[in-house]
């Protein structure tokens, strides 16, 4: 990889960072940066201080009722974000320098909201990122016209098949047909007006019906304009989809490997691929072309990325999983996973939450990660739910994640 930036040594032996980075990963005076040491390289880390980027959840209305989705695990009532909650969103962006992008998601479809291309212009004008996940049925030609002048900078639509039949399968009937067209249609949009946002991106969960199509599903987007595919896999919400996950083996597996592979670029091939397999099944730790690839474990993606959730009503939460209390299941058992608010925009400033003892408590240990590793034992009660676990850990206890184990990930 070609350098992006340069720092400096000073004669004390003081790393000097530039200022823009400095600025825009919050490398502060007194910030504590948490640094991993690779073979031939450092991995700096954002420090759990700053605040980098905020979910926000419109509304969890939907108009689909997909077969995998939390949805079918709780019991809310529907609401929708109002005006008055979002404006103390948008206070927290115009305080920050830099401001911290937006990212509209949650558990609803964040279309159905009526403000958000609103919404998404205020940011805008305050020079903050934005970006929305979208089940793509509402992406009309004149929706896709609001979202590039209102400067929205990134947009995902889910797709969870290649065929009409296979995302019926997942998504109960709704068409894929139109939802590629919707695709499409923005991709001329954004030619129309010259622009090259928002940057289109497709996220696909990965599970035993819909595994093969995912070639099929990259080949569609990338010729629908998309430039970014997230792969996730499946959190089974129901006892029906607890047969569905692709990763009931590496559950019960300890990660990193004390032996690493160093791998070269090659092809995978009828003479290649079976020995990627193999590897790739033993969890080694992997170096490709000279670059180490870190096993993804015991690391909150949502406490490295600097970023904290608002639902509907204002409530502040750590994290999407955080949001609702709903039941999934864990290799198999019922797990309940509570909500975990940390205050309310109906109380206080989001910056007074975020800067709050309790909560910076929190992320101190989601960072350290010293819970007991539910997702690889799991033999006891304690499992059943996220208030406790035998290393006697306050809640939110976060062993059984499955985001901090890297088999789930969001865009």
């Known amino acids: 990889m070609v350098p992006t930036h340069y720092l400096t040594v000073d004669r004390d032996g003081n790393l000097i960072v530039p200022k823009e980075l400095a600025g825009r990963y919050g490398l502060t005076p007194g910030a504590s940066v948490p640094v991993i040491a690779g073979e031939q390289t450092l991995f700096v880390q954002r420090p759990i201080s700053h605040l980098n980027r905020i979910y926000v959840?419109?509304?969890?209305?939907?108009?689909?009722?997909?077969?995998?989705?939390?949805?079918n695990a709780w019991h809310e009532d529907a609401g929708t974000m109002s005006e008055a909650i979002f404006e103390r969103v948008l206070d927290t962006v115009r305080a920050l320098d830099p401001p911290p992008e937006v990212f509209f998601g949650g558990f609803g479809e964040p279309t159905f909201h009526p403000r958000i291309v609103d919404m998404i212009a205020a940011l805008h004008r305050e020079g903050a990122r934005t970006l929305i996940i979208t089940n793509g049925s509402l992406l009309?030609?004149?929706?896709?016209?609001?979202?590039?002048?209102?400067?929205?900078?990134?947009?995902?639509?889910s797709l969870d098949g290649a065929s009409p039949e296979s995302f019926a399968d997942v998504r109960l009937g709704q068409e894929l047909p139109q939802i590629l067209d919707n695709m499409r249609e923005l991709s001329r949009v954004k030619l129309s007006h010259n622009s090259t946002t928002?940057?289109?991106?497709?996220?696909?969960?990965?599970?035993?019906?819909?595994a093969r199509d995912l070639?099929?599903?990259?080949?569609?987007?990338?010729?629908?304009?998309?430039?970014?595919?997230?792969?996730?896999?499946?959190?089974?919400?129901?006892?029906?989809?607890?047969?569905?996950?692709?990763?009931?083996?590496?559950?019960?597996?300890?990660?990193?490997?004390?032996?690493?592979?160093?791998?070269?670029?090659?092809?995978i091939n009828d003479y290649t691929q079976q020995a990627m397999v193999d590897i790739l099944r033993k969890n080694y730790q992997l170096s490709i072309a000279g670059i180490e690839v870190l096993t993804p474990s015991d690391r909150c993606q949502f406490i490295s990325r600097g970023s904290t959730t608002v639902r509907w009503d204002g409530t502040v939460v750590p994290c999407p999983p955080l949001l609702h209390t709903h039941t999934g299941f864990l290799d198999r058992r019922p797990r309940t996973v509570h909500e975990h608010p940390v205050g309310s925009l109906?109380?206080?400033?989001?910056?007074?939450?975020?800067?709050?003892?309790?909560?910076?408590?929190?992320?101190?240990?989601?960072?350290?990660?010293?819970?007991?590793?539910c997702t690889i034992c799991n033999?006891?009660?304690?499992?059943?739910?996220?208030?406790?676990?035998?290393?006697?850990?306050?809640?939110?206890?976060?062993?059984?994640?499955?985001?901090?184990?890297?088999?789930?990930?969001?865009?």
């Open 140 to 157: 009309s030609t004149e929706l896709s016209e609001q979202f590039v002048k209102a400067g929205l900078d990134e947009i995902w639509v």
């Open 57 to 71: 959840e419109p509304t969890n209305r939907c108009n689909f009722d997909c077969a995998t989705c939390l949805r």
């Open 215 to 267: 070639p099929d599903v990259i080949k569609m987007a990338v010729a629908r304009g998309a430039q970014k595919i997230s792969v996730s896999n499946l959190i089974p919400y129901t006892k029906t989809h607890s047969d569905e996950y692709l990763y009931p083996a590496t559950m019960s597996r300890f990660p990193g490997s004390p032996v690493t592979v160093y791998l070269p670029r090659m092809e």
């Open 379 to 411: 033999s006891c009660e304690l499992p059943e739910s996220n208030l406790e676990d035998c290393f006697g850990s306050a809640q939110p206890t976060c062993g059984g994640c499955l985001w901090a184990q890297g088999f789930i990930q969001c865009p």
């Open 198 to 210: 928002p940057v289109i991106g497709v996220a696909f969960v990965a599970m035993k019906r819909n």
């Open 346 to 373: 109906n109380d206080a400033s989001l910056m007074e939450i975020w800067n709050g003892e309790t909560y910076a408590d929190l992320r101190g240990r989601v960072q350290r990660f010293e819970f007991s590793p």
